[in-house]
């Protein structure tokens, strides 16, 4: 690859599903994930939800030959599920753990336990820098009333803020993963107009795979095909984007998704499909501006639209810390009356009745759980409304900085 | 300033202690913060412990004038304290929550509720791109038994490497805050060597002010002085820090602390004294390397000490996850002996002895609060294990790069 004008580079992408001890026949595939991956020799490989470390250390030693590179990134109480597997040195990494990640008491969704965030590895190629971000953004479970989209928004929105501010000295920029967003979702098109990230499906010269790229398709067997009703075809929600900053030029010679079953075999790598891709990158006479389709007009009306749904999780944030900062006052003050009350009896007042010890215990440890729980929610959401009311005042300024530009 | 071979810049650095109904004389000090600077028309000014927004919102009205420009950051439950004010504009900005931040159960420090970050502000004054960061780490409660340390260190860790990769296209950083930790302190060698920044205080041409540069001194009516019995003389845990990173040099041609009480005033600003520095910044026709400092051989040892400290968090944190998991299962446990005991009465065992309600239902009570504590103390020790594992790679990484270079 040295010396050549042009750098041909080979990524692939999945979500591993690879969760202990609750997804299907996890080991199985994540053997096969790791054959797959020496067969086939990508540059570059960008997991999700690894979520075992034994898995990640199964597949080191398994992938050290070709992938001799590899980091595995730490956070919340699972873990990021977040890994990168290379074949060129990795010089330097960096993780941003989301803001705003679901609700610790949503216990069958999960998503607040695995620390969602984004890892940066930083690598050198024939001497170009490349910042590869690999991440996982929270999950949407009902996309009728889906009460996670400002969450996902504040997520999508750190996304492009953490690579804009941290991809400055790159030449190229490349990002994979799930990010729980269909390609028309308000949630990619601000993280693509505010990065000027392309998309490596819609830029593609030859593309091979799932009908418009899906990659959660009614054909792979661990797919719940009842959430796909409304999607005959499936849908698309894991990506790789990419840009060059400098002097470059990528572009996406093919791009290709895995089909259901993985060749030869009667099951899948993963509930979702990976997405592989091949990419050249060229240097070129002209730099190209960083700035490059973010000053369009259009980004205006994206971040409005993105600044609109965040302010309704404001207003759904604010509204929980109150009822639970409510029930809280109210559990207090059910206590308090009940030590006014067992005061009364000690000194000797109501003695004609016999004192009800069981149900006075039983109330008093209810409104004392209820007086500890709620607060704990008035803590949880109170930080929510800060991060919420955080991301609207940045998007203002973005807007403004729109609004100013010549 | 435009046009001038040198730009000369004058900034100001303070913790106020501005925490409502707890700091004392609080909107007195912050009315007397506010007409200083107006006074005194610096060119940007860095806010520490600002926690009401209310005070934040009377200094923008007050120095709407002088400081068109500012940005205060919200995170945690509290707030992070965190503001800046600016005579030039504020073109972006990014908020960086540190990983760990002490713990939600020591309600008498509370460092964990303030949701302690570093801010990032970029300003371009006269063509040069200054990329400031504000920032306030855990505080030190016991120096000789100090059990943040880890955390502290984990946090100066971040810092550092958050200052490396997002100041890349930066021509000058500037940090400034309350870094909580003396000058010969491993975390500042630590950020200091890894980032390359200089302290104003020790490059000061010119310096007034309390012994030292000293901080937190025993004239100050507001310090606790049974706190400061080892250091007659104060400590020095303010800072102003800076280097230049294209081709630009920068040299701190003053350094100035307040001694106590505000000039022609009874009170001092804060409990801690201001730090203002008056620094010369000059383009130069050699462009400076982005390693400056780094490459130093005593920096291997520095970030071994730090990992070293790392560790022993890592073991205790590891300990307290295993004794709070081993206290959920024996609450189960008793749990489920009682649900037996209980299920025996209903089928008629032991009907010849009364069934002792009031007891059995407050032991009930008990294990299910201790459960619940227990699994939420697991729960957050296991995310403070995955931070301090992972931080220990990191800087097992950075020795490597270290090692590795020639």
Redesign the interface.
């Known amino acids: 690859m040295e010396g050549e004008p042009t750098l041909r580079l080979r990524i692939f992408d999945l979500n591993c599903w690879a969760i202990r001890y609750l997804s299907k026949r996890r080991q199985e595939r994540v053997r096969l994930i790791g054959d797959t991956l020496r067969q086939e020799g990508f540059d570059l490989v960008l997991l999700q939800e690894v979520w075992s470390e034994q898995d990640y250390s199964d597949l080191k030693v398994k992938l050290a030959g070709c992938y001799p590179f590899s980091h ?6 699972i ?1 990021s599920g977040l890994c990168v597997f290379s074949r060129f040195p ?8 989301y ?1 705003l990640n679901g609700y ?1 008491y949503m216990l069958q969704h999960g998503d607040w ?1 695995c ?1 969602k965030s984004v890892g ?1 590895v930083i690598i050198k190629i024939s001497g170009i820098t490349f910042n590869v971000y690999v991440t996982h953004l929270h999950a949407e479970y009902c996309r009728e009333k889906d009460t996670y989209l400002p969450h996902r928004l504040v997520q999508a929105w750190e996304l492009a ?2 690579i ?3 991809s ?2 790159a030449d190229v920029v490349l990002l994979g993963g799930d990010l729980n967003m269909h390609p028309e979702d308000v949630g990619i098109r601000l993280l693509r107009g505010w990065t000027g990230l392309r998309d490596a499906f819609a830029e593609a010269t030859h593309f091979e795979g799932c009908k418009n790229g899906c990659t959660l398709v009614p054909d792979n067997c661990f797919t719940d095909n009842s959430e796909l009703l409304p999607f005959p075809l499936g849908i698309r929600i894991d990506y790789i984007l990419y840009k060059a900053i400098s002097s470059f030029t990528v572009k996406c010679e093919e791009l290709k998704t895995t089909t259901g079953p993985a060749p030869g075999m009667d099951i899948p790598f993963s509930d979702h499909e990976a997405v592989m891709a091949t990419l050249h990158i060229q240097r070129q006479g002209q730099p190209v501006g960083a700035t490059l389709g973010t000053a369009d007009l259009a980004l205006a009306d994206v971040v409005t639209e993105a600044r609109t749904e965040v302010g309704v999780g404001l207003r759904a944030a604010q509204r929980q810390r109150y009822s639970s900062g409510r029930m809280a006052v109210l559990a207090l003050l059910l206590l308090l009356l009940q030590a006014a009350a067992a005061l009364g009896t000690l000194a000797g007042l109501g003695t004609e009745q016999p004192f009800p ?2 149900s006075f ?2 109330l008093a ?1 209810l409104a ?2 209820v007086l ?1 729980l709620a607060a704990a929610l008035h ?1 949880f959401h ?2 929510e409304v ?2 919420l ?2 991301t609207e ?2 998007m203002w ?1 973005a807007l403004r ?1 729109l609004q100013e530009r010549p």
């Open positions: 595995y990134f730490r956070s919340g109480v873990g990795i010089l330097d990494t960096l993780l941003y753990q803001s610790p336990f620390g940066l803020q953490f804009r501010h941290t400055k000295a010890k069981l215990c039983l440890f004392l759980g500890v803590v109170t930080m800060k991060v009311h955080g005042d940045q300024m900085a």
